[in-house]
């Protein structure tokens, strides 16, 4: 089990290296698909982008083609290994539950002053639904992107009207992602989850902030009853 108290007791364990790995991979490789996705549309000429010293090759369609292509392998093992990690480990605890949605308003509510927050898991409500919006934009691009390569193969034609269809939906897929990066960045200009970011840094988070906020997970990590 990687969820510990740290000796000191100052700290506890929130997330061990696979954690941080599967994070970080995913993080990199999606912002890398995002930047030479976008270099595949005529945005980077228009907006001038490669006159930027050391920038001439963003608007070179094969470059940015074969970045993709790169970032996609990384981007699919690092979900593969994510699925395959959390079913052995039988660790289901960032999936959405009842009543999420209620929790999530009353999280948000307290964040402006407004009413209590309620007792939280390892996970709030808002970070279970962030999950699932995050996971399903980028299966919904993974998806929809097999088919583009797929296209792209040497005596492969689709239809006119899938290939249409698969380029809206990835398109699609680009603006849920950012709008959910947004969101989830947008989460940490709040100062209630600063205490969070140290996490995905070192994998320790403050004890202090943990009892208070997360005492379900907290009284379950340390052994109490709830
Ligand atoms: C493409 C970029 C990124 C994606 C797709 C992504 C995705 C996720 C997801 C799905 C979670 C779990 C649910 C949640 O907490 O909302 C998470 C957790 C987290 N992310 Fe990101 N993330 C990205 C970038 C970043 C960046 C740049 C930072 C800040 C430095 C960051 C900080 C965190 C933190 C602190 C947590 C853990 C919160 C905890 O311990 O409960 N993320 N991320
Ligand atoms: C965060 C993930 C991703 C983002 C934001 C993203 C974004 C984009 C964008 C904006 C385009 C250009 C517009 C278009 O032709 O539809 C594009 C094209 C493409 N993407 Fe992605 N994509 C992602 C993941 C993937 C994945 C996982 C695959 C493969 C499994 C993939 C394969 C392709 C292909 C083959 C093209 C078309 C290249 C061409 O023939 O012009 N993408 N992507």
Do not use: C
Not at 118 to 131: F, G, H, I, M, V
Not at 147 to 159: C, D, G, Q, R, T
Not at 164 to 176: A, K, M, Y
Request: avoid cysteine; aromatic fraction near 16%; glycine fraction near 8%.
């Amino acid at each position: 089990m990687t969820e510990k108290i740290a000796k000191d007791k100052k700290t506890i364990k929130r997330h061990g290296l696979s954690v941080l790995f599967v994070h970080w991979t995913v993080a990199i490789s999606t912002f890398i698909l995002i930047f030479s996705g976008l270099g595949q549309m005529p945005l980077y000429k228009r907006y001038m982008l490669d006159q930027l010293p050391g920038l001439s090759w963003v608007i070179d369609y094969s470059i940015t083609l074969s970045i993709h292509y790169w970032a996609t392998t990384v981007l699919i093992f690092a979900i593969m290994y994510h699925i395959v990690f959390h079913i052995m480990r039988r660790d289901f605890d960032m999936l959405p539950r009842r009543g999420d949605m209620k929790q999530s308003a009353q999280i948000i509510m307290a964040v402006f002053g407004f009413g209590k927050e309620p007792e939280n898991d390892k996970y709030l409500a808002e970070q279970r639904l962030a999950y699932v919006f995050i996971g399903f934009s980028l299966l919904l691009l993974v998806f929809t992107g097999i088919f583009k390569v797929i296209k792209n193969l040497p005596h492969i034609n689709f239809s006119e009207g899938f290939t249409f269809w698969i380029t809206q939906v990835h398109n699609l897929g680009t603006f849920l992602i950012i709008i959910g990066i947004v969101a989830h960045l947008g989460a940490f200009i709040f100062k209630e989850n600063w205490p969070m970011l140290p996490g995905i840094f070192t994998g320790k988070i403050d004890l202090g902030y943990a009892k208070r906020r997360h005492s379900i997970w907290y009284n379950r990590v340390s052994g109490k009853k709830r």
